[in-house]
């Protein structure tokens, strides 16, 4: 991990199961204040997993799950958001009968002590889209129009750190590029990201920091321009 970056969250020898099958196996991973972390793979890796594990959704078989040096191993989702850890989930999961404005009224949370503050009015800024749809319910939504609103509810919880889970998949590039700039807009603001992504482009570019996963551990970890010279790693744990 950089140095440089006062650690905040800290995942240690995280080991996780579904039923009888070992997912993950000894994950270490740290996320600095105000870092973009991508952690990159192929399918299967573990990488969705070790984001459900650390929000709670998971339970860890062992190992340990810190949020600025407080232990919160097992805790419970609420917890976890409370603490100041947000999650944008790859399957979205707005709530369909709501409209957009009132999606976005149930994120909201006071913050915890050294986060931004978000308002909607930011959200709208984000993404214009979201605002001229804000009394449409949210199942009517088209799917870039539900990432983009999943990404706001999540912000307006006011986190310190935030968990995305695949945020471009199935989306057109003009979408991309805007939640693109959400996240390099969210670094700027001091938010620590952890973005799980399988577009290496994107990765590249949004983070400061890249962690590849391969047999559900962290097999590498380092700067973006590191990894894209690495051939021999990119062909041993990111080619198709």
Same mark, same amino acid.
């Given at each position: 991990?950089?140095? @440089?970056? &006062?650690?905040?969250?800290? !995942?240690?020898?995280?080991? @996780?199961?579904?039923?009888?099958?070992?997912?993950?196996?000894?994950?270490?991973?740290?996320?600095?204040?105000?870092?973009?972390?991508?952690? =990159?793979?192929?399918?299967? %890796?573990?990488?969705?997993? &070790?984001?459900?594990?650390?929000?709670?959704?998971?339970?860890?078989?062992?190992?340990?799950?810190?949020?600025?040096?407080?232990?919160? &191993?097992?805790?419970?989702?609420?917890?976890?958001?409370?603490?100041?850890?947000?999650? *944008?989930?790859?399957?979205?999961?707005?709530? %369909?009968?709501?409209?957009?404005?009132?999606?976005?009224?149930?994120?909201?949370?006071?913050?915890?002590?050294? @986060?931004? +503050?978000? &308002? !909607?009015?930011?959200?709208?800024?984000?993404?214009?889209? $979201?605002?001229? +749809?804000?009394?449409?319910?949210?199942?009517?939504?088209?799917?870039?129009?539900?990432?983009?609103?999943? #990404?706001?509810?999540?912000?307006?919880?006011?986190?310190?750190? #935030? $968990?995305?889970?695949?945020?471009?998949?199935?989306?057109?590039?003009?979408?991309? @590029? /805007?939640?693109?700039?959400?996240? /390099?807009?969210?670094?700027?603001?001091?938010?620590? =990201?952890?973005? *799980?992504?399988?577009?290496?482009?994107?990765?590249?570019?949004?983070?400061?920091?890249?962690?590849?996963?391969?047999?559900?551990?962290? =097999?590498?970890?380092?700067?973006?321009?590191?990894?894209? %010279?690495?051939?021999?790693?990119?062909? /041993?744990?990111?080619?198709?």
């Amino acid at each position: 991990m950089n140095t @440089a970056a &006062t650690t905040l969250l800290n !995942v240690e020898n995280l080991h @996780a199961h579904y039923g009888k099958s070992h997912v993950l196996h000894g994950v270490d991973l740290q996320v600095g204040q105000n870092e973009v972390v991508s952690l =990159v793979g192929r399918n299967g %890796a573990g990488r969705s997993t &070790t984001m459900k594990t650390i929000m709670g959704l998971v339970a860890p078989t062992s190992g340990r799950i810190c949020l600025q040096g407080r232990d919160l &191993t097992g805790a419970r989702p609420y917890t976890m958001c409370r603490a100041g850890i947000a999650y *944008v989930p790859e399957e979205r999961e707005v709530f %369909a009968n709501l409209t957009v404005d009132e999606n976005l009224r149930m994120g909201e949370q006071p913050a915890v002590p050294g @986060a931004h +503050r978000w &308002t !909607v009015e930011q959200m709208f800024d984000y993404f214009p889209r $979201l605002k001229e +749809r804000r009394n449409t319910k949210a199942g009517s939504l088209s799917g870039g129009e539900q990432q983009m609103l999943t #990404i706001c509810r999540s912000l307006l919880g006011n986190p310190l750190v #935030i $968990l995305i889970d695949e945020p471009t998949e199935g989306l057109a590039p003009r979408i991309v @590029a /805007q939640v693109g700039e959400c996240i /390099q807009d969210m670094h700027r603001k001091g938010v620590s =990201v952890l973005l *799980v992504e399988q577009k290496l482009t994107i990765a590249l570019k949004v983070s400061t920091r890249v962690c590849v996963m391969g047999h559900g551990r962290i =097999v590498f970890e380092g700067g973006p321009q590191e990894l894209s %010279a690495n051939d021999e790693l990119l062909s /041993q744990w990111l080619a198709v």
